[in-house]
């Protein structure tokens, strides 16, 4: 069973960089044909796609973000991070990790982290 | 991007009830249209994937349909266990995952 850990620091000061790990357990990232993700959801609000990295390393954004974020990620630690830089309190968020299955009609994602809440505040 | 929309947007239904939620697309996505729970401090749970396909594990109370632009998710025989907030979810614009608002099922 694929599990995914959150963990960074749970406050960011404005303005500074917000910096997120998952470590994924019960499995290897480098095996099947998957993505790994991070979503976010401000408190009361909906869920927001923020990027994906791919086990070639080769990443992808979302638009509104891309100036400001990158996700890396470590194999042999079989983890990935989400860097995102410039926050302002409208990136204060509940951050999940997540993995994307691509199936044959659309990816989904079928495994998420718990989730680890950032606040940016000073 | 293509945008989806979920109606509505909350709903009150009492154990045993079947309820629907729909998602509509601003242009078609075939079936590339997913279905998530997520209760109050939760990760989500993946529901349906391929407008239609249940995941494994999750109860057949739940089913999803629907091709094209209109999607919808049924739950039969509503259990207390089933009221949470229910997203709809697409990946036919390249590139980009979309989320729909959210749809709210509380109790009667």
């Known amino acids: 069973q694929v599990q995914l850990q959150e963990s960074g620091p749970g406050l960011v000061k404005p303005s500074q960089t917000l910096s997120l790990t998952c470590t994924v357990s019960g499995g290897s990232m480098s095996t099947g044909y998957y993505y790994w993700s991070w979503i976010r959801q401000p408190a009361g609000k909906g869920l927001e796609w923020v990027g994906r990295?791919?086990?070639?390393?080769?990443?992808n954004y979302n638009p509104s973000l891309k100036s400001r974020v990158s996700i890396s990620m470590d194999t042999s630690k079989n983890q990935f991070s989400l860097k995102l830089n410039s926050v302002t309190a409208a990136d204060t968020a509940m951050y999940f990790c997540?993995?994307?299955?691509?199936?044959?009609?659309?990816?989904?994602?079928?495994?998420w982290g718990q989730g680890i809440l950032v606040t940016v505040s000073s | 991007d293509i945008q989806v929309t979920q109606s509505p947007s909350s709903l009150s239904a009492s154990v045993g009830d079947r309820v629907t939620i729909t998602c509509r697309a601003s242009?078609?996505?075939?079936?590339?249209l997913n279905w998530y729970q997520q209760k109050p401090g939760k990760a989500p749970i993946l529901l349906i994937h391929?407008?239609?396909t249940l995941q494994s594990g999750v109860p057949s109370r739940f089913g999803g349909s629907g091709s094209g632009t209109d999607f919808t998710l049924t739950i039969t025989n509503l259990q207390p266990e089933d009221f949470a907030t229910y997203y709809c979810q697409h990946n036919y614009s390249p590139l980009m995952y979309i989320f729909g608002q959210g749809t709210k099922l509380e109790i009667k």
């Open positions: 391929g407008a239609s």
């Open positions: 990295i791919y086990t070639s390393g080769s990443a």
């Open positions: 242009q078609s996505i075939r079936t590339y």
């Open positions: 997540a993995r994307i299955n691509s199936g044959t009609t659309s990816d989904y994602f079928d495994y």
